[in-house]
């Protein structure tokens, strides 16, 4: 799974020199697969010298491996480098940072993608599923091409920028999984209380905008607000779209607001129809049942900027400037 807080250990894989790796399966379980070692076994084996900060652990987004980790009570110690956030240092304007891309661009290799081996949509396998020999080149690769990353990377970045990367990104990784961990406690019955009070107002907004239009529409079409709002109502068409129509984007309706009673209705609709179905509803349902909380993703390697971006769900993108929000 890409779930930190779900995902299951099938299999370790480690490489010590480049263009060389092994991979440990512990929990492939398809028909006829071969017997591997035990997964207690192994984790009690592998623990000590994951957990000692001595030995200096190097690999491709290592937050999502030191959660998965935890999981099996194994406090991942010892992270000298992660890949992906030193092609962040070294280029932070870039548009990929996963493996796959960064080992094409960087080392002209084509990587095995986990659809080639696992298949796409709704037949796809989950890793436990693949044969232990194609996951073993699979999972091999990975962890070679973490290394290799790593030697070409680390010589290339600037000894200004090498003591951000140390002081600060990747002492940081470890910090961003124990707030990913920890989750966020949400209080599901107010919001269902909120949901039904957001509901109530967007009817009503609903309402006064089809007295204001003289008729009944779709206040989320866009094609149905251009023929009221510039055709019927005959307000000021401040801009257009690429194939001609009069514009119903945000800052066009926020700038007419300013003059007529519609838009600015239609502003607080699309605000309260946002806030419920995005937040309102749906965060309720996107708590981990173990945990009771929602466990959002912080991502260090996307903003060019280096502020943090928040996936599954986003949690920093909530209209706080309404009373609503």
Known sequence: ?????QAELVGVSFSVSAHEAAYL???????EAPKQIELHSALSALKPLLENTDLKKIG???????S?????DIKLRGIEHDTMLESYVLNSTASKYDMDSLALKYLHHQTIHFEDIAGKGAKQKTFNEIPVAIASEYAAEDADISLQLHELFWPQIPETIKKLYQDIEVPLLSVLSRVERNGVLID?????????ELE?????LEN?????AGEKFNLGSPKQLQ?????KLKLPVNRKTPKGQASTAEDVLQELAWDYPLPKLLLEHRTLVKLKSTYVDKLPSQVNKTSGRVHTSYHQAVAATGRLSSTHPNLQNIPIRSPEG
């Open 1 to 5: 799974s890409l779930d930190y807080m």
């Open 25 to 31: 399966p512990l929990g492939h379980n398809y028909p």
């Open 60 to 66: 491709h987004n290592l937050k999502y491996d030191m």
């Open 68 to 72: 998965v980790l935890a999981r099996y």
């Open 188 to 196: 599901v019955e107010l919001l269902k209380v909120q949901s039904a």
């Open 200 to 204: 109530t107002r967007i009817e009503q």
């Open 208 to 212: 006064e905008a089809e007295v204001l």
């Open 227 to 231: 023929s009221i709002l510039f055709e």
